[in-house]
């Protein structure tokens, strides 16, 4: 079974429309987390919840908005999309040293 | 505020040679460190963690890594390259607040036969 699962994979959407992605982990970790990978494989964190209240919002612009149904679920919503937000999008889960990540969601906004 | 270096963009390593991966931190308190892989178009995989104890970590694929603290550094090594183990490898730090994990920029592994 897969511990972090991600969708959809792919995402191809145009500008300003509105698309969400879905993770669930089966780890039973209290804590999940969104990272985003842009075009040149940087990583930056964008949110964390631990047991679906929110304690990392990294300055990520307000079109984003994630929620936790539950504490094994971390789901991404993003408005009115634009160019630039065209990135790796990972999800992952974490112990309590060690991250687990997603397979990730390539977004493509055109 | 904590953070991670990997000073190498790319790596060249012959199949069967050793390999290692720099990485430098700065942190304030104790670092938890770890190594993630990026195959292609694949998320991320674990490969080892530093937290405490042993300074030499060994990992997944046959992967260890140094801890130095004199140096902060966080070298990924291991003793036979494999043209398998060519992938994207990442540096992170766990930061204090949070638990996010801050990562290096990245460092292309390629391996060739």
């Known amino acids: 079974d897969t511990a972090v699962s991600q969708t959809p994979k792919y995402l191809v959407t145009q500008m300003g429309n509105d698309k969400s992605i879905k993770c669930e982990q089966n780890l039973g970790h209290d804590t999940m987390y969104w990272y985003k990978q842009d075009s040149k494989k940087f990583l930056k964190i964008m949110f964390s919840?631990?047991?679906?209240?929110?304690?990392i919002n990294e300055t990520v612009p307000n079109r984003f908005s994630p929620k936790s149904p539950d504490k094994a679920h971390l789901n991404l919503h993003i408005n009115s999309l634009e160019l630039g937000d065209s990135a790796v999008y990972f999800c992952?889960?974490?112990?309590?040293?060690?991250?687990?990540f997603g397979p990730g969601t390539r977004l493509t906004v055109l | 505020a904590q953070s991670v270096a990997q000073p190498e963009d790319q790596v060249n390593v012959a199949e069967g040679n050793p390999l290692t991966v720099k990485c430098t931190y700065s942190?304030?308190?104790?670092?938890?460190l770890f190594w993630y892989v990026q195959y292609p178009n694949r998320g991320l995989q674990f490969l080892l963690k530093?937290?405490?104890?042993?300074?030499l970590v060994k990992g997944s694929y046959g992967f260890e890594a140094e801890f130095n603290k004199s140096q902060t550094s966080f070298h990924l090594k291991k003793p036979s390259a494999l043209v398998s183990d060519s992938a994207l490898y990442f540096c992170?730090?766990?930061?204090?607040?949070?638990?996010?994990?801050?990562f290096g920029q990245g460092t292309e592994l390629s391996v060739k036969p």
């Open positions: 530093y937290i405490t104890g042993d300074n």
């Open positions: 919840y631990n047991n679906k209240e929110l304690i």
């Open positions: 992952a889960s974490g112990g309590a040293n060690t991250q687990y």
């Open positions: 992170a730090v766990r930061d204090t607040e949070g638990g996010k994990l801050i």
């Open positions: 942190v304030s308190g104790n670092p938890y």
